[in-house]
């Protein structure tokens, strides 16, 4: 291209360098709406389904009013008879199975050991745990494999009607932080005291990872939800 005069080319040369300045500016910013939109591992959470079957909430709310009741009389002095009439089905009455005392004490020195490895939504261990992949991680190292997940373990464990037949080793379930009818947390019992109406369990806390706990901290008191068993004899 021809200039008659040196203004011309000035002009046409500053026009030209804006319009490079701009796409450069585009680009950039461009380049940092890429960088901060979230990744997909960020977003990749696990989606733990509500009980929304009318006969799921019914058996959830029938276990935990039966081992609620159990100790409010063991708090209130009265004495709970072991229950024998193990589970009901089609065919009869089912002994609830007790596990063995070797196994359950393995397990539960196994879990101990994990004690202090932090929460973190969705990781399945060991150096990260969220509840249910801690109880899973767990059992999966003694032959049962659990669903990562604490409504599938819930339904898939042998149901623990009396807080009498509470036993260590069983899984214990809570209702969830935002809706304490949801089953949101599972735990794995320590101990059981008869006499004052708790018990002790393990499991992943979001605030401090993997502990010990009482079941009579409010918290734990008000999400109750039942108990199931799945160490067998």
Not at 94 to 112: F, G, I, N, S
Request: with cysteine.
């Amino acid at each position: 291209m021809i200039f008659a005069k040196w203004e011309d080319f000035a002009n046409f040369a500053g026009m030209k360098r804006s319009g490079i300045l701009l796409l450069t500016l585009l680009a950039v910013v461009s380049c940092g709406i890429t960088r901060h939109a979230p990744s997909v591992k960020e977003a990749d959470a696990p989606i733990i389904p509500p009980l929304t079957d009318a006969a799921d909430i019914a058996r959830s709310r029938a276990r935990a009013q039966a081992v609620m009741d159990s100790i409010d009389l063991v708090r209130s002095g009265v004495t709970v008879p072991k229950s024998n009439e193990g589970i009901r089905t089609s065919s009869g009455v089912v002994p609830l199975p007790e596990p063995p005392r070797e196994l359950v004490d393995e397990l539960l020195d196994y879990a101990k050991t994990f004690i202090g490895v932090p929460y973190r939504l969705g990781a399945p261990g060991p150096d990260r745990f969220d509840c249910s992949g801690f109880t899973s991680y767990v059992f999966r190292e003694f032959g049962y494999n659990l669903p990562h997940n604490s409504v599938m373990q819930f339904r898939d464990s042998v149901p623990v009607e009396s807080f009498s037949d509470l036993r260590k080793g069983d899984l214990v379930f809570f209702g969830a932080r935002n809706n304490i009818r949801e089953i949101g947390h599972v735990g794995i019992v320590v101990d059981v005291d008869l006499e004052r109406g708790m018990f002790r369990f393990i499991h992943a806390s979001t605030s401090n990872g993997v502990e010990i706990q009482r079941s009579t901290q409010p918290y734990f008191m008000m999400r109750y939800m039942g108990a199931g068993r799945i160490l067998k004899d």
